[in-house]
């Protein structure tokens, strides 16, 4: 999916700013017809990052989680 460069930006930028041990729906984060795009923008942020930028999804892809980097 092709993600625009000002959505993903949005998407690290408030991913940056989480907090540890804050988690967060999906459908509370991104409008229904965005949470595919959502969604893949956060996979990016955890490629690119070191220790998966302290960001993992629950089993359905419904939530995220910021945990402590070690």
């Keep these: 999916m092709d993600i625009p ?3 993903t930006k949005a998407v690290f ?11 967060f729906l999906i459908s509370r984060l991104a409008k229904k ?3 595919d795009r959502f969604i ?3 996979k990016l ?14 089993s359905d892809y419904t939530k995220i989680r910021k ?3 070690p």
């Design 40 to 42: 893949d923008a956060v």
């Design 33 to 35: 017809c965005n949470t």
């Design 5 to 7: 460069e000002s959505y």
């Design 45 to 58: 942020y955890i490629q690119s990052r070191d220790w998966d930028g302290g960001i993992e999804f629950n």
């Design 13 to 23: 930028d408030f991913l940056d700013h989480a907090k540890p041990g804050e988690s």
């Design 67 to 69: 945990f402590e980097v």
